[in-house]
């Protein structure tokens, strides 16, 4: 497409506007209406891009990918019940996806859905083991639900993926905050 070749030779207004010029021609072409949105948002223009989205994700429901799209838009702009209805839907799509689900869990923690956020940050980590990035959210997530000898438990496993990251102090004086000394390690 068109659209797709300006954006990737980093003419993105150019882009913009010939991907606006093939859903004007076609106002159910679900990749072009995709194509837009996704521009739309890295362009910063999310709150305008979610029109396209969902409507490419209406004529094509059976999409992952424009599902997850949408679903990213909304979690861009906080409206957590669209980003997590579109999670879901994707979620059903592609139930293997451990993008779909810690996304998933992050929009539901974002909504005050801490039990369900809970389940779907150890959906993805059993999907993804390997992902620090899971262990980190987990554990905040652990903590916020007043458990915090879990979120040690993630914190200890982030740190064993990612010893040397930048955040590693920091995880490691909190770590030591949940755990004062004298206390039997893992336990709280």
């Known amino acids: 497409?068109?659209?797709?070749?300006?954006?990737?030779a980093g003419n993105i207004e150019a882009s913009a506007q010939r991907l606006r010029s093939a859903v004007e021609a076609n106002p159910d072409d679900h990749r072009a209406l995709n194509d837009l949105g996704q521009v739309l948002?890295?362009?910063?223009h999310t709150q305008e891009a979610t029109q396209y989205l969902d409507?490419?994700?209406q004529l094509v429901p059976d999409s992952w990918t424009y599902?997850?799209?949408?679903a990213r838009a909304y979690a861009q702009l906080q409206k957590w019940d669209q980003a997590i209805q579109g999670?879901?839907?994707a979620a059903q799509l592609f139930p293997d996806d451990y993008a779909t689900q810690y996304n998933l869990a992050k929009a539901l923690q974002a909504s005050g859905s801490l039990n369900d956020a809970i389940a779907g940050y150890?959906?993805?980590?059993?999907?993804?083991?390997?992902?620090?990035?899971?262990?980190l959210s987990y554990g905040l997530a652990l903590e916020a639900a007043k458990r915090p000898g879990d979120a040690a438990a993630a914190y200890k496993r982030y740190l064993e993926l990612e010893p040397e990251s930048p955040e590693a102090e920091k995880v490691k004086a909190h770590l030591a905050?949940?755990?004062?000394?004298?206390?039997?390690?893992?336990?709280?």
């Open 1 to 8: 497409m068109v659209g797709q070749k300006a954006y990737a």
């Open 67 to 70: 599902q997850f799209n949408r």
């Open 41 to 44: 948002v890295r362009t910063g």
């Open 177 to 188: 905050e949940l755990q004062p000394a004298g206390s039997p390690k893992g336990t709280q």
């Open 122 to 135: 150890e959906k993805a980590i059993q999907l993804a083991p390997g992902q620090s990035d899971f262990q």
């Open 55 to 57: 409507k490419a994700a």
């Open 87 to 89: 999670y879901r839907a």
